[in-house]
């Protein structure tokens, strides 16, 4: 079955950096796009990016842009979202997903548990 | 960027209600509509997709409509395990947004 597990829970202080990773299981790690969206607490959700496995090429929301990178292990079957020069308006919770690009749609099927990222001094 | 605004913010309803919410694309996006399910703690569930089109394993009472700016999203006879909130994303282009959630709570 399909699985997106990610890494634990961190504690970051400002201005640093944090890299979450997301391991895939079930499936062709290299046929699907991974998203990562964040939601900070009692907020809605935020796209912030997506990376292509298979060639590595990603797409960023602007606002991210620039102290966002997102990377992927084809060997691991894992991606990873790392970002830089964290504020305290980073904390939030971090989802991975899976995206289905079918002739019917495009759509975010399969969800990793989640990441919190706590930054504080 | 595409700007998807939901309606309502929120709203309070009954076991055995209907409920409608709606989701509007600030242009046309063809069917390329997501609804996603959400419940304290938990991450997003996919409900919808195409606008329309039913997840393998979601309850028959949800249902998609809608193209092109405007979309429903309808919950026909409302349970308890249905008050959480509700996401839109348009899989348009990138970004790909997400409308700001429609929090169903129990009246």
């Known amino acids: 079955q399909v699985q997106l597990v990610q890494s634990g829970a961190e504690l970051k202080k400002p201005g640093a950096s944090v890299k979450v990773s997301c391991k895939a299981s079930g499936y062709t790690f290299t046929a699907y796009y991974m998203h990562w969206v964040r939601q900070a607490p009692g907020q809605g959700l935020d796209w912030m990016g997506r990376?292509?496995?298979?060639?590595?090429?990603?797409n960023y929301a602007q606002k991210f842009q620039g102290r966002v990178t997102m990377t992927r292990d084809t060997s691991m079957s894992s991606a990873y979202m790392e970002l830089n020069r964290l504020t305290s308006d980073d904390t939030a919770m971090y989802y991975c997903a899976r995206e289905v690009e079918a002739t019917t749609g495009r759509f975010l099927d399969y969800w990793g548990q989640g990441t919190l990222l706590t930054v504080s001094s | 960027d595409i700007q998807m605004t939901q309606s309502p913010s929120s709203l309070s309803a009954s076991v055995g209600d209907r409920v409608t919410i709606t989701c509007r694309a600030s242009?046309?996006?063809?069917?390329?509509l997501t609804w996603y399910q959400q419940k304290p703690g938990k991450a997003p569930k996919l409900l919808i997709y195409?606008?329309?089109s039913l997840q393998s394993g979601v309850p028959s009472r949800f249902s998609g409509g809608g193209s092109g700016t405007d979309f429903t999203l309808t919950i026909s006879s409302l349970q308890p395990e249905d008050f959480a909130t509700y996401y839109c994303?348009?899989?348009?282009?990138?970004?790909?947004?997400f409308g700001q959630g429609t929090k169903v709570e129990i009246k």
């Open positions: 195409a606008a329309s």
């Open positions: 242009q046309s996006i063809g069917t390329y």
């Open positions: 990376i292509n496995p298979n060639t590595g090429v990603t």
């Open positions: 994303q348009q899989s348009y282009s990138t970004p790909r947004t």
